[in-house]
């Protein structure tokens, strides 16, 4: 309609069932608001006042066509409602299996990270027929991370993860927009998914190796250093993190460190000095660097220090990849949306001992941050790491 698209483009496997929906949803307003509408335009032209229009035996009720108006649009309502409810589910719960890109957004671009090394910003390349579990976080404000094409949306918060997925259907460049407004520069805030067959995107992979010069973020205080020739995954890299800031003193893979060892934490059960159990998920490894006395792991005293605003977020998603690399007690089911992000609120254990997988992470991130710590806390308290 004057060369105007009514709905974006449709390259994902929950688009078309986001668009049925959103059809149904408008017919079903329509069958109701257009008859509605005109019942009223016309009853207000026949009982108009000075009409002729028979007034003197006004209906006192008609049972069967009320129970039919009432039952009818309760039916319809509830087949919507659970409609709705099933695709919702489908879209917030991350497949287990796919490959991960960690997004981080700040004022005013989008970076990306592949665990296998690369980075972009502002541009994000992804085969096509295969899911992509993002993992989000924000370094300043709350940004909304909006493919129209994909039908996705999901709010990026600062000082914890959310996740979002899809698999794109067709090969193709499609819009990116933060959908929350978030400063100035909102506006500018854009990029672009390109959608490669999977030979394509084999192919960029391969000529977008990351030859990383540090391991650790350039906007850190940090002064520890390991220079590396070599192109490296984001695992590896936070391996170099974690090995250079001791966490590995307490954390030994044997278990008989300070803390404990983090070998197959991931997607396990915690359990807590309190007597919980936790899952330890990507936002519970993150807590656990940051606020390692939030939550104690059982066995374990609270000794490993806070690393909040000591380490940057490149450094804690290389260090969440590197102890997911570790290995996972059970198979690791998909986060989820919620804010929490089913995470315990301190580190796993109390500190470097403590926080068991993520106390470790705490530690080394925090020891990296902070020379001062990082030698002596950050071994301890990296255990996590």
């Given at each position: 309609m004057l060369g105007l698209p009514i709905m974006p483009d449709?390259?994902?496997?929950?688009?078309?069932?986001?668009?049925?929906?959103?059809?149904?949803?408008?017919?079903?307003?329509?069958?109701?608001?257009?008859?509605?509408?005109?019942?009223?335009?016309?009853?207000?032209?026949?009982?108009?006042?000075?009409?002729?229009?028979?007034?003197?035996?006004?209906?006192?009720?008609?049972?069967?066509?009320?129970?039919?108006?009432?039952?009818?649009?309760?039916?319809?309502?509830?087949?919507v409602f659970g409609w709705g409810a099933r695709l919702y589910f489908d879209i917030y719960t991350v497949p287990k299996d796919g490959m991960d890109i960690y997004v981080l957004g700040r004022q005013w671009m989008w970076?990306?990270?592949?665990?296998?090394?690369?980075?972009?910003?502002?541009?994000?390349?992804?085969?096509?027929?295969?899911?992509?579990?993002?993992?989000?976080?924000?370094?300043?404000?709350?940004?909304?991370?909006?493919?129209?094409?994909?039908?996705?949306?999901?709010?990026?918060?600062?000082?914890?993860?959310?996740?979002?997925?899809?698999?794109?259907?067709?090969?193709?460049?499609?819009?990116?927009?933060?959908?929350e407004y978030c400063g100035t520069e909102h506006s500018g805030m854009?990029?672009?998914?390109?959608?490669?067959?999977?030979?394509?995107?084999?192919?960029?992979?391969?000529?977008?190796?990351?030859?990383?010069?540090?391991?650790?973020?350039?906007?850190?205080?940090?002064?520890?250093?390991?220079?590396?020739?070599?192109?490296?995954?984001m695992a590896q890299a936070g391996a170099q993190i974690?090995?250079?800031?001791?966490?590995?003193?307490?954390?030994r893979p044997d278990g008989k460190g300070a803390g404990p060892s983090l070998v197959g934490v991931y997607g396990s059960q915690v359990k807590l000095a309190n007597g919980q159990s936790v899952l330890a998920d990507t936002n519970y490894i993150r807590d656990s660097i940051i606020t390692p006395n939030a939550q104690i792991v059982a066995g374990y005293p609270p000794i490993m220090p806070t690393y909040a605003e000591q380490i940057s977020e490149d450094e804690l998603l290389k260090l969440v990849?590197?102890?997911?690399?570790?290995?996972?007690?059970?198979?690791?089911?998909?986060e989820s949306n919620n804010p929490t992000g089913g995470m315990p609120e301190g580190g796993g254990s109390s500190g470097n001992q403590g926080s068991g997988a993520d106390s470790g992470a705490q530690g080394s991130t925090n020891s990296g941050g902070n020379s001062s710590q990082g030698g002596n806390s950050g071994t301890q308290g990296s255990g996590g790491q």
């Open positions: 449709s390259a994902s496997t929950m688009s078309g069932r986001v668009d049925t929906l959103f059809g149904v949803l408008v017919l079903l307003a329509l069958l109701f608001a257009v008859p509605v509408a005109g019942l009223i335009v016309y009853f207000a032209v026949k009982y108009r006042r000075g009409s002729n229009a028979d007034r003197s035996n006004p209906p006192e009720g008609n049972t069967m066509l009320e129970t039919t108006w009432i039952v009818i649009p309760f039916l319809l309502s509830m087949g970076e990306f990270k592949y665990p296998t090394g690369q980075r972009e910003l502002n541009v994000l390349h992804v085969p096509v027929g295969r899911n992509v579990r993002l993992t989000l976080i924000s370094e300043d404000v709350i940004h909304s991370f909006y493919v129209p094409a994909f039908r996705i949306k999901r709010d990026v918060l600062p000082g914890r993860y959310t996740t979002a997925w899809f698999q794109a259907t067709k090969a193709g460049t499609y819009h990116l927009f933060c959908a854009i990029g672009s998914v390109v959608v490669l067959d999977p030979k394509d995107y084999q192919t960029w992979l391969d000529q977008n190796r990351m030859n990383a010069a540090s391991v650790i973020a350039e906007n850190t205080s940090s002064s520890v250093q390991a220079p590396i020739t070599t192109t490296v995954t974690f090995q250079h800031l001791g966490c590995y003193v307490c954390h990849e590197h102890i997911k690399s570790l290995g996972s007690g059970t198979e690791a089911p998909p």
